[in-house]
């Protein structure tokens, strides 16, 4: 039970509720246990002076009236001793002594037989004197009061009282009060173990479906999800795992459109190799028809080379493994050399080229032959898509320490749906490309570069065609 979660934090709530409950019982019954000392204590002397009283009046009546006083002092004394278990002793001017040792030796022989002579003597000279005491000898099964007043007539003292108990109704009140207290806490467990059973529960149901939905991603079922539900930590850690879920889901989707692909892409070369090359074995194509065949040959291979090739750059990208070698170079010059190596495509569907450049020269500080390369790919994607007599746009300006560079066609564009998706591998967000004979990996390559020299680059929405964008860090002499 303890090895989970559940256990573990059901025994912490169980356990911290306990250690308070126990502290809260100790710290209750040390208050009441204090506060009944105290009333008891009081109630004591408010005794002690009415029998004083008693006593102080007997000498100032007639013979009937004495009479009647001192029988009502006993019968208080004998209540006193009834309701407190206590021996009373009253001794007047006279050293006349009134006292109820012998009801209590019958009563409470133990205790009767306790009482230290040399002790209430002191006490009584004590109170004597005119002073009050006061005392209680606090033990761990009782407590014992003593309590001592003089009774004053004519401003003088004519006697005192003095008053010894044992502790009895008191420890059985003590006894109630603790057995109440522990029923409360027995009662309080209880309750405390239901509501940390129910957090707990609350807490942890939404772990144990994060872990069933693991085990199912584990499985390769990748469409579970969790409900965000309970505090608000597991119920972003929730949302976190949905959107991890979602990565991982897609990420798997494009696993397997990329196999698919990256198997479409190789077979069709090697399909249509096969078959030209069946055909001149098998004498199907003329002779006169070879030379023709064989430069078909020929492109496929190249097509088929140039697929492998980007496979390999953009997994060592992924990877890592290229280490880019940063210098400083113009970018304006760099985009006219990449323009002047596709001018065969360029004159070939009758393309415009239009440049803005804002200033010139512009240096920049990058990896010059990945950024070809990036060039490369945007100009052949956009060369691709624009029909005969189309026009494409290139631009270059500064914004704070970085060039952009932008290049925009009229070609057919992208829906603004694929926009988020255009850089994945053998993406298409059109049929038309499944006539292009390109790799499908430019987009993808263009990406892995541009994140390895930590910028951006974006598809950007435009109604009249597609729009690349891509920033370039300016070059400055701290740079070298």
Same mark, same amino acid.
């Given at each position: 039970?303890f ?6 934090l059901?025994? %912490?709530?169980?356990a911290v509720i306990?250690?308070?409950l126990?502290m ?15 009333d ?9 002076r ?7 009046n &007997?000498?100032l009546?007639?013979?009937?009236q004495k !009479?009647?006083?001192?029988n009502?002092l006993?019968?208080k004394?004998d209540s006193?001793?009834k309701e407190? *278990? ?5 001794v007047?001017?006279n050293g006349?002594?009134i006292?109820n040792?012998? *009801?209590?030796?019958?009563e409470?022989?133990?205790f ?5 002579g040399d002790?209430?003597?002191?006490a %009584?000279?004590t109170i004597?004197s *005119? ?8 033990k761990?099964d ?5 309590? *001592?007043?003089?009774?004053i007539?004519?401003?003088s003292v004519?006697? =005192?009282?003095?008053?010894? #108990?044992?502790?009895?109704k ?7 009060? +603790?057995?109440?207290?522990v ?9 405390s173990?239901?509501?940390a059973?129910?957090? #707990?529960?609350k %807490?942890?149901?939404?772990?144990? !479906?994060?872990?069933?939905?693991v @085990?199912d991603?584990t499985?390769?079922?990748y /469409?579970r999800r969790?409900?965000?539900?309970? @505090?608000?930590?597991? @119920?972003?850690? =929730?949302?976190?795992?949905n959107i991890? =879920? ?8 494009n ?7 990256v198997?479409?892409?190789?077979r069709?070369?090697?399909t249509?190799?096969?078959?030209y090359?069946?055909?001149?074995l ?6 006169d ?8 040959? /020929?492109?496929? @291979?190249?097509r ?6 980007d496979? %390999?750059t953009? !997994?060592r ?5 290229i280490?880019l070698?940063?210098e400083a170079?113009n970018i304006n010059?760099?985009?006219r050399?990449?323009? &002047?190596?596709?001018?065969?495509? &360029?004159?070939?569907k ?6 803005? +450049? ?9 990896d010059?032959?990945r950024i070809?390369?990036v ?7 956009s060369?691709?898509?624009v029909?005969n007599?189309?026009c494409?746009n290139i631009?270059?300006?500064?914004s704070?320490?970085?060039a ?11 829906k ?6 255009i850089?994945?591998r +053998?993406y298409?967000?059109d049929?038309s490309r499944?006539v292009?004979?390109g ?13 390895l ?14 729009? +690349?964008?891509?920033?370039?860090q ?5 740079q070298i």
């Amino acid at each position: 039970m303890f090895r989970t979660l559940f256990g573990r934090l059901m025994a %912490l709530f169980v356990a911290v509720i306990i250690v308070l409950l126990i502290m809260f019982s100790f710290i209750s019954y040390y208050i009441i246990r204090k506060t009944i000392i105290s009333d008891r204590m009081k109630a004591l002397k408010t005794e002690a002076r009415d029998i004083a009283n008693i006593a102080a009046n &007997i000498d100032l009546r007639d013979y009937f009236q004495k !009479s009647s006083l001192e029988n009502h002092l006993k019968y208080k004394i004998d209540s006193v001793q009834k309701e407190y *278990g206590a021996y009373i002793i009253t001794v007047d001017k006279n050293g006349k002594i009134i006292d109820n040792l012998m *009801g209590l030796y019958k009563e409470n022989y133990d205790f009767a037989r306790s009482l230290d002579g040399d002790k209430v003597y002191k006490a %009584l000279l004590t109170i004597i004197s *005119g002073k009050e005491i006061e005392s209680q000898d606090l033990k761990i099964d009782e407590v014992v009061f003593t309590v *001592g007043v003089p009774f004053i007539q004519n401003n003088s003292v004519q006697g =005192a009282v003095f008053i010894h #108990t044992a502790e009895q109704k008191i420890k059985a009140e003590f006894t109630n009060i +603790f057995l109440l207290l522990v029923g409360l806490f027995i009662v309080a467990v209880a309750l405390s173990g239901f509501v940390a059973a129910f957090f #707990t529960k609350k %807490l942890t149901d939404p772990l144990l !479906s994060m872990e069933a939905a693991v @085990t199912d991603f584990t499985n390769g079922k990748y /469409s579970r999800r969790v409900e965000e539900v309970g @505090t608000i930590e597991t @119920t972003h850690l =929730a949302k976190s795992f949905n959107i991890m =879920a979602n990565k991982i889901e897609q990420t798997e989707k494009n696993r397997r459109e990329f196999v698919a692909n990256v198997s479409h892409e190789l077979r069709s070369p090697v399909t249509s190799i096969n078959g030209y090359i069946k055909g001149m074995l098998d004498k199907t194509i003329p002779e006169d028809k070879i030379n023709q065949y064989l430069c078909i040959v /020929s492109e496929e @291979t190249e097509r088929l080379t140039k697929l492998i090739e980007d496979l %390999l750059t953009l !997994s060592r990208l992924e990877k890592d493994k290229i280490i880019l070698d940063y210098e400083a170079f113009n970018i304006n010059e760099l985009i006219r050399r990449v323009i &002047i190596t596709k001018i065969g495509v &360029i004159e070939n569907k009758n393309i415009e080229i239009d440049t803005n +450049f804002e200033n010139e020269p512009l240096m920049v500080y990058a990896d010059k032959n990945r950024i070809m390369q990036v060039l490369n790919n945007l100009l052949d994607n956009s060369a691709k898509f624009v029909d005969n007599n189309g026009c494409i746009n290139i631009s270059v300006k500064t914004s704070n320490d970085k060039a952009i560079i932008n290049f925009t066609d009229d070609g057919i564009g992208i829906k603004e749906e694929d926009l988020p998706f255009i850089f994945e591998r +053998f993406y298409k967000h059109d049929k038309s490309r499944n006539v292009d004979k390109g790799t499908g990996l430019g987009l993808s390559i263009c990406k892995q570069i541009m994140e390895l020299h930590n910028e951006k680059i974006s598809a950007l929405k435009n109604d009249n065609g597609a729009s +690349f964008e891509f920033s370039l860090q300016l070059f400055n002499k701290t740079q070298i």
